[in-house]
Structure formats: C-alpha cells, structure tokens
C-alpha cells in the first residue's frame, strides 16, 4: 500500500526565513510519482511540481525547489526567503503507475500548514 | 481561460436528501476525478474516469455515483446525504491518467449535511 507522511502539521515562519517542508513516503512500486500542490487560503489547488521515481535531480524553480532522495523515501521541498503570500497548506502526493488505466491510485499527505508572518 | 469549473460553490443538505454536484471542463481532458477533503486532511478520491462511458471507484465510493456521458462533464451524485458526506469537494481533471501528468483541480464545492 502507499502512504504519504507529513509529519510537520503546522508551521510558522517570520518573512524572508527559508523554510522546509518535509515529505516521507512509502510505495512497493519502482515506478511512482510525487507531486507537491498548495491549497492557499481562498481554497483552490494549484499544481506546483511532478516527479518520478527515475528522476533524482533537485529542481529550483525562483524561491522553490525540491530535493527528492530514494534513498530516504523523501521528496522535501523548500521555500527560500519566504513571503506573506507564501502562507498556505502544502500537500504532498504520491502515484504509482499503473496500465490500462484501473486501479488507478493517488494518494495525498495531510498536508503542512504554512503561515508566513510580516 | 475556464479551465474545470464546479457547481454549486456551497450547499446545505438534510440528511437523505440527494443532490448532484456539477464539474466540467473545456480542456479536452480525457481523465477527471472526484476527491473529498475533510477538514485537516488530504484528499481521498472517490472515483475517477479515464473517458466517456468509463468510470472505476477510488479510495472512498460509498455513498456516490457518477457518470461520464461526454468529454466534458462528470457530475457526481449523493443519493442519501448523510452526515459523513460533509466535505469539500473537489473536481479535477488532466490530458493523461494523473499518475505522470498534473491534475487542474476546480474550486471546490462545500458541502455540509444536516
């Protein structure tokens, strides 16, 4: 079965400190997926990132990036100089492959709550 | 620029009323989905369709049933409310099965059973 762990609920920053999120994950597959998605306060989902489970270089993307280790079962992500906006909760999620499109599964972490302070 | 739009934004429901909640898409996605996010959590999808006329269950489908008659729609429906149902709701969609693309997810519906 696959599980995906959030382990930091909440988190509380002051404006322009870095900050990481942390992401564990557990999967029998060789082939998966990872994404990162914020669901700001108005409540949408917006897509931040995909990776695959043969795709271990980090990813910088502005003020974001992503260190995905196998090795560890972890696909942290990180907020440098972070900002007001920023304050929102951070889902991990994680996909195995699957063919023929059945049994199709994604399953999400609870989540980290971000709030960035002034 | 619509996207994956979801009606109606909010409702309240007695319990055994059922309703049908409204997704659609102007993307051409093949693949939608239906998640629910109950309140500290993540979310759990409740069923999914890889193409008109072809729906398959995901992690919590009791309680709901939906249909997929065209590209663009995929509505889903509670036949019984019950409070168990309360919940956002949210709609997604994506070009490929969501295990390698990225899901457009829609705005969600609040749902509340009473």
């Known amino acids: 079965a696959q599980k995906v762990t959030q382990a930091q609920t909440e988190i509380s920053v002051v404006e322009k400190e870095d900050v990481t999120l942390d992401c564990v994950y557990e999967?029998?597959?060789?082939?998966?997926?990872l994404f990162w998605y914020k669901q700001p306060p108005s409540g949408e989902l917006v897509f931040l990132i995909r990776?695959?489970?043969?795709?271990?270089q980090n990813e910088i993307s502005g003020r974001y990036s992503w260190n995905f280790q196998k090795s560890t079962s972890s696909f942290n992500f990180t907020i440098t100089a972070s900002q007001v906006v920023d304050s929102a909760v951070y889902f991990c999620?994680?996909?195995?492959?699957?063919?023929?499109?059945?049994?199709?599964?994604?399953?999400f972490g609870k989540g980290t709550l971000l709030t960035v302070n002034p | 620029n619509a996207g994956v739009t979801q009606t109606p934004k909010f409702r309240i429901l007695k319990i055994g009323q059922s309703m049908t909640l409204q997704c659609t898409q102007d993307m051409n996605h093949n693949y939608m989905y239906w998640y629910r996010q109950d309140p500290g959590m993540g979310l759990k999808l409740i069923y999914y369709s890889v193409g008109a006329g072809i729906t398959d269950k995901g992690e919590v489908p009791n309680g709901y049933n939906v249909s997929r008659s065209t590209t663009e729609d995929f509505p889903l429906r509670l036949e019984l409310a019950a409070p168990s149902q309360t919940s956002v709701y949210f709609c997604?969609?994506?070009?490929?099965?969501?295990?390698?693309?990225?899901?457009?997810f829609g705005d969600g519906t609040r749902l509340s059973i009473l």
């Open positions: 999620a994680l996909s195995e492959a699957v063919y023929g499109g059945s049994n199709y599964k994604l399953t």
């Open positions: 997604a969609s994506s070009f490929e099965l969501a295990s390698n693309q990225p899901q457009h």
């Open positions: 990776r695959n489970s043969f795709d271990e």
């Open positions: 999967t029998r597959d060789t082939t998966y997926y």
